[in-house]
């Protein structure tokens, strides 16, 4: 038994996708599915689509054709905030993080928690100390111990900690699932294995998680399936079991091509 | 789940990291996280040193005058100081204040609207105009220093020709557009209602600045752009209502500069565009966005005040004082990019 699809109802599920700049072909009918509590890669060479599909399923873009699904209903992102609102988290490669304030305001931007009461309702007032609070058990929960100060501003940190705080605050919020683009790509290994660790601490909370990585070591270590984009389209899905790192690299680079490439090589 | 117990320091890295800092790198890190520190010293320095050349210059009179000369300024700079922190830059400041001073002003005298009502129209007005910043520079992107130097112009047009370049004198005017000129003593200070509303100012938007998610949202905007969008702030929401504000409280500065100056002059304040970023970036206000105080702008203010006034009471040429406050700008902006460098 290879097959690498799950006989239970995607989360997320993408059919046909197709985004076009100008002449250039970014995603050329790429279907996609994401199943509850897995760690789905998405590897390919540069130019290979990786970065249009993610954006296409989390709002950053709009796909030209093609539907996209949550919880089997159809969704039509044209705003990162509306991928947001069903609950998809997306950790971007540049961390999107305002550098100049602190961790608890980052963890929070865009969705500052009022004070009660009075203060809150009339007089605005956000919940500082709340949202310190919680922002230090965010990021606790994630094994993140190291970050105690959750007042430092993030330019403070080093590129592993400012990675924690963008999870932290993709996984804080009920989100359903997180997409990871690139998290391990500017750090060290001691700090890549604390991010890796930290995505299956993600995933055993039941999330699932979409990772975009070119490290194949990486992917092959946290990753239940691994999609693989070539030339705008989806050369296979395989899983760590039942291919290699150098087969999948193959596929990858079209050295080999599966025969099917929907899962059932 | 397992964490693997990491020392206090494991690699060579961590351990550079953990080194003791040097003195000069503690104040960097002071500074930065307290940007209105300079300032504060610089206006307490200043104090002292002025005392000493010229005691009278510590006398509530001497002080009471720098507060109404500082007034206007100082309420500009907290516009100003608005637009500063998402990256922007308002050379139109002074274009807008005359341009709602004279509205409200001629609307007073030759309708005989009722003050209320010309000083809410003066306020409006220096709204719209912010609107029409603000929409330019949030909808067609432009860049907020092209921006503002076109309204300049365009502003400064409208008010010389709708004021047919007269002035309208105070007696002209229903009472209420000079009562922020009109003094009242707090001991042997004088205070002008115009001074008072100008600490309200502050204290109002400082508060909101600080305690809202409107106030976090212009920081994080003026921090960085694309990052704010990402997280779900409404970037181009938060950049016209900044302008929008920043326009009203120009408004409202007219009717504080008529109080001062008690006239309504078209060529009144012509310097207000320079000397309301000078106190915004002497106070510790990044020119990049994002980082700064509204304390520092009042601190700001407060410093070229003193210089005016101490150099002054020095018997020092005033071209001196010109002299210093370009020499504070670039010390500021100089402080500023040094302490933007701050690192873990």
């Known amino acids: ?265 | 789940m397992s964490t693997t117990a990491t020392g206090p320091a494991s690699t060579a890295s961590e351990q550079f990291a953990l080194r003791r800092r040097s003195p000069v790198q503690r104040i960097q890190h002071l500074l930065h996280a307290h940007p209105s520190i300079s300032p504060f010293l610089v206006l307490v320095l200043s104090f002292v040193v002025f005392s000493i050349i010229n005691p009278r210059f510590a006398s509530p009179n001497s002080l009471s005058l720098v507060l109404q000369q500082v007034a206007v300024i100082g309420a500009l700079a907290v516009g100003q100081t608005l637009i500063i922190l998402t990256a922007g830059i308002d050379l139109s400041v002074g274009a807008v204040t005359i341009l709602s001073m004279m509205v409200a002003a001629k609307l007073a005298q030759g309708l005989g609207l009722p003050g209320v009502i010309a000083v809410a129209i003066g306020i409006g007005l220096g709204a719209a105009a912010g609107l029409v910043n603000g929409g330019l520079v949030a909808r067609l992107k432009l860049p907020p220093f092209i921006v503002t130097l076109g309204t300049l112009s365009v502003f400064t047009a409208i008010g010389l020709l709708y004021s047919k370049g007269q002035s309208v004198q105070s007696v002209d005017m229903p009472a209420l557009l000079n009562w922020t000129g009109e003094t009242f003593a707090i001991g042997q200070f004088h205070i002008t209602t115009g001074v008072v509303m100008v600490a309200a100012l502050y204290a109002i938007v400082g508060f909101v600045l600080a305690n809202t998610a409107w106030g976090r949202h212009v920081y994080a905007v003026g921090d960085d752009k694309e990052a704010s969008r990402l997280a779900g702030i409404r970037v181009d929401r938060v950049l016209v209502s900044v302008y929008a504000t920043a326009g009203a409280i120009y408004g409202l500065t007219a009717w504080i500069l008529i109080g001062r100056a008690g006239t309504a002059s078209p060529n009144a304040i012509v310097d207000a565009n320079l000397e309301s970023i000078t106190a915004v970036v002497i106070g510790g206000t990044s020119l990049f966005g994002g980082r700064g105080t509204l304390l520092g702008s009042l601190l700001g203010a407060l410093i070229v005040g003193f210089f005016r006034s101490g150099l002054a009471l020095a018997g020092v040429d005033d071209q001196y004082r010109v002299l210093a406050v370009g020499l504070l700008v670039i010390i500021a902006v100089s402080i500023d990019q040094w302490i933007r460098k701050v690192r873990a």
């Open chain 1, 1 to 265: 038994m290879t097959t690498a699809t799950p006989a239970v109802a995607p989360v997320l599920s993408a059919r046909g996708l197709v985004k076009t700049f100008g002449r250039v072909v970014g995603l050329d009918g790429v279907d996609l599915d994401l199943y509850p509590g897995e760690v789905l890669a998405i590897i390919g060479d540069n130019g290979a689509g990786k970065s249009t599909l993610i954006k296409c399923l989390t709002g950053a873009l709009i796909p030209d054709a093609g539907e996209i699904s949550v919880d089997g209903r159809p969704v039509h992102f044209r705003r990162p905030q509306d991928a947001r609102e069903v609950g998809i988290e997306t950790v971007y490669q540049t961390l999107a993080v305002a550098a100049a304030l602190d961790v608890a305001s980052n963890l929070f931007l865009g969705r500052e928690r009022r004070r009660a009461g009075i203060l809150g309702s009339v007089f605005r007032m956000i919940d500082k100390k709340g949202m310190r609070r919680e922002a230090a058990q965010a990021l606790e929960e994630l094994g993140i111990g190291t970050l105690q100060n959750v007042t430092q501003p993030v330019e403070t940190l080093s590129g592993g900690q400012r990675q924690a705080v963008s999870v932290a605050r993709a996984a804080a919020f009920g989100s359903k699932i997180i997409v990871l683009d690139e998290p391990t790509a500017a750090l060290g290994v001691r700090e890549s294995n604390q991010v890796l660790k930290m995505i299956e601490e993600v995933r055993s909370r039941g999330l699932p998680v979409i990772l975009i990585s070119h490290n194949m070591p990486h992917v092959f270590k946290v990753a239940d399936r691994i999609h693989i984009q070539r030339l705008g389209r989806c050369a296979g899905v395989v899983t760590p079991a039942s291919h290699t790192m150098s087969e999948a690299v193959a596929i990858m680079t079209g050295a080999v091509t599966l025969a099917e490439p929907n899962g059932n090589p």
